[in-house]
T-cell receptor, first 118, second 114 residues
Framework: DTAVSQTPKYLVTQMGNDKSIKCEQN?????MYWYKQDSKKFLKIMFS???????INETVPNRFSPKSPDKAHLNLHINSLELGDSAVYFC?????????????????FGQGTRLTVV | QQPVQSPQAVILREGEDAVINCSSS?????VHWYRQKHGEAPVFLMI?????EQKGHEKISASFNEKKQQSSLYLTASQLSYSGTYFC???????????????FGQGTILTVHP
């Protein structure tokens, strides 16, 4: 069973379109994340949700809107796509949220969604 | 603020050793190490908490010097399978906006040749 699954794996779309990426985790984790990995392989956090509540919202254009219907799902909706949005988007999850448990917790990543805006 | 990794790239022959460093300008709660192979998701290697502990994972180990806010990943007797990009991720001390935030370094590309 896949622990963190994202769909779709590849997404090619035109500028100006609206698209969504879905993420589901079956690990029972409380916290989920969206990361963006650009062409230089830099992994940058975008959002963090804990038990369906938004915890972190980095400096991300408001065209990006995360939605967490329950703690096992965190979807990412992107409006008015731009060329610069092209990247690989990774969903991840961890238990309790990093930094709260003395022993620390690892983050499990989905396989990524390669978004190409043309 | 993202941690800084060095070197940016390492090329090894099988059996050789390597060290990858990660440093932060902020007080850290923990350091995570991940490896990402081309076209795949990052995979967790280990986590080190403040306290200066050292951990091992097969022939890969790491240390965390909390006073210097530095961590080092040690790869010994490298194998072809070690090739990939290694990322350190750091959690800062303190709550608020630091909570639940794993900030990654820029990555170190490790290539192991036969």
């Amino acid at each position: 069973d896949t622990a963190v699954s994202q769909t779709p794996k590849y997404l090619v779309t035109q500028m100006g379109n609206d698209k969504s990426i879905k993420c589901e985790q079956n690990l029972g984790h409380d916290t989920m994340y969206w990361y963006k990995q650009d062409s230089k392989k830099f992994l940058k956090i975008m959002f963090s949700y804990n038990n369906k509540e938004l915890i972190i919202n980095e400096t991300v254009p408001n065209r990006f809107s995360p939605k967490s219907p329950d703690k096992a799902h965190l979807n990412l909706h992107i409006n008015s796509l731009e060329l610069g949005d092209s990247a690989v988007y990774f969903c991840a999850s961890s238990q309790e949220g990093l930094g709260l448990i003395e022993q620390g917790t690892e983050a499990f990543f989905g396989q990524g969604t390669r978004l190409t805006v043309v | 603020q993202q941690p800084v990794q060095s070197p940016q790239a390492v090329i090894l022959r099988e059996g050789e050793d390597a060290v990858i460093n990660c440093s932060s300008s902020k007080a850290l709660y923990s350091v995570h190490w991940y490896r990402q192979k081309h076209g795949e998701a990052p995979v967790f290697l280990m986590i080190l908490l403040k306290g200066g502990e050292q951990k091992g994972h097969e022939k890969i180990s790491a240390s965390f010097n909390e006073k210097k806010q530095q961590s080092s990943l040690y790869l010994t007797a490298s194998q072809l399978s070690y090739s990939g990009t290694y990322f350190c991720g750091t959690e800062r001390l303190g709550g608020g906006t630091s909570y639940g935030k794993l900030t990654f370094g820029q990555g170190t590309i490790l290539t192991v040749h036969p």
